[in-house]
């Protein structure tokens, strides 16, 4: 198992990123996305801007007033994940995902995609799922997660998967919703991402009358 991106962890590690240039607030987006919608890396990166816009696509977004729906295909069928507005724009998904829109200029097809020129300009092709490993090992060695340990092993402990299963650990509301959200067929599936579960935070004991 991959270790968990706590939430804490993830915001000093979308820190590491330069706001100013075009690559970082990508960077941003695909991070608050892939941990806010418990999304697997291959999912951030098969968004599209709309519906049925590319080929290759295998969902897509709609940018609302409380939030931010995504439509994804996944292993199990199609599902709808609500990803919320955060409590800053500093850490909010929806806000750094508007950003990389309007600063990229993108209004069609891929959602991330290959920043190109130097840094300058936003090409056309779809990034790769290997790009999201690469940027969560990347910005765990810069954050200084788990620093007491060296470097290579440090690498090893943090995946794609490290944000689904961050999510899963970090969100204290019923499992059900943890569940909907990971696109997961049982409970048993989304225990299995909980690193940090409290067995008993619902006790059924109290709640039927003991």
Known sequence: QKEAILPEELIAMVETLDRGTLRGLR???MLLIGFAGGLRRSEIVALDCG????????GWIEILDKGMLVTLRGKTGWREVEIGRGSSDLTCPVAAV???LKLGRIGHGPLFRRVTGK???VGAD???DQEIARLIKKTVLAAGIRGELPEAERIKLFSGHSLRA???SSAE???RYVQKQLGHASAEMTRRYQRRRDRFRVNLTKAAGL
């Open 119 to 121: 840094g300058k300009a």
């Open 98 to 100: 508007e950003t990389w």
């Open 173 to 175: 509301v019923d499992e």
């Open 27 to 29: 960077d941003r987006a």
């Open 126 to 128: 779809r990034l790769k």
């Open 51 to 58: 519906r049925d816009q590319t080929e290759d696509g295998n």
């Open 166 to 168: 961050g999510l899963a």
